[in-house]
């Protein structure tokens, strides 16, 4: 079979998955419609609906777009079913019911921005940081009746620097998780819609699994009681969205304080955990058995600032 005639219907929402559908229209896939969200209201009055990056891609291209609030809705259903898909390929969308990706020949696979069976969830790039691994990757499974639990294809990795945050991961695995697909739709064109396939049951025996749960803003508040190394990991695992946060005392009031960026040191900690104290134009804070050295921050309702910047604020104050 040739790429030409593998009819594949998309889905996908945001930034991350339009990589993977830029490079099936300019690798001349045979892509005949997208679906994505709901344009979502924004703006101080709610009064402005702004489209996603993958909707926005997709009309460019001048590829049909449906936006379903409801995956089961009938109508929406009998007009994917119209486009008789033979593949369909998934990337950071929502779960589907079986009505949706039962219906192609071939079947539907996800790219997932992890190593399955490792980080299933919503925020797989994030906890990976956060945990401190040195390593990730993607995978591409077929969708079952559970949440990342389907048969892994095949997987890609992607090795994580100890000073990289998520936008240097996020970057890395949006190229690798397009590579992974367009690699798994040649399987499948090679195969003639036959394709190998490992269920995730054989690899979870004797394996620790680390989840990927949806980050909330409570989710983001930095505990200092924890040792350096776990506060430094967390910071760039939440580093530039949504951004780690804690508070600061100034002149008897609460402060919330953004912090994108550490470093480690070998200082020891001279405050109760969560304290900062400025030594030598540097700004540090106090961790379990140490000191970070904080270097990029941003106040609560002000713009994102160099550590410096903060320093002659706070002491000009």
Same mark, same amino acid.
């Given at each position: 079979m040739?790429?030409?005639?593998? /009819?594949? *219907?998309f889905m996908g929402t945001p930034e991350f998955a339009v990589g993977t559908l830029r490079a099936l229209v300019e690798g001349g896939y045979n892509v005949v419609a997208v679906v994505t969200q709901p344009d979502k209201p924004v703006g101080r009055h709610q009064d402005q609906l702004h489209q996603s990056e993958v909707k926005q891609y997709a009309l460019a291209q001048g590829l049909p *777009?449906? &936006?379903?609030v409801k995956m089961k809705d009938p109508d929406f259903v009998s007009r994917l079913a119209g486009y008789r898909a033979d593949l369909q390929v998934v990337?950071?969308? /929502?779960m589907l019911p079986e009505v949706v990706w039962a219906m192609p020949r071939f079947g539907t696979f996800n790219v997932h921005a992890a190593l399955l069976p490792q980080y299933r969830g919503a925020a797989p790039i994030n906890w990976a940081v956060i945990?401190? @691994?040195t390593e990730t990757g993607v995978t591409t499974f077929f969708l079952d009746h559970d949440i990342d639990t389907g048969r892994i294809i095949l997987q890609k990795r992607f090795a994580i620097p100890d000073d990289a945050d998520v936008e240097y991961v996020y970057d890395g695995l949006m190229d690798l998780g397009a590579q992974a697909a367009i690699e798994t739709i040649n399987l499948i064109l090679q195969g003639n819609g036959t394709i190998p396939s490992e269920p995730q049951d054989n690899l979870v025996q004797g394996m620790e699994l680390h989840g990927a749960p949806k980050i909330f803003k409570d989710t983001c508040r930095i505990n200092w009681q924890q040792p350096q190394k776990r506060v430094y990991d967390f910071i760039r695992g939440l580093s530039p969205y949504p951004g780690a946060w804690t508070t600061y005392n100034r002149k008897g009031k609460d402060t919330v304080l953004k912090i994108f960026k550490t470093a480690k040191t070998q200082r020891k900690a001279t405050g @109760?955990?969560?304290?900062? &104290? *400025?030594d030598g134009g540097k700004l540090y804070a106090n961790c379990a058995d140490g000191q970070l050295q904080v270097l990029k921050l941003q106040q609560s309702g002000k713009r994102r600032m160099q550590a410096a910047d903060f320093i002659n604020g706070w002491q000009n104050a």
């Open positions: 040739d790429k030409k005639d593998l /009819r594949i *219907v *777009v449906l &936006q379903p990337v950071a969308f /929502r945990n401190g @691994e @109760e955990p969560g304290s900062m &104290q *400025v």
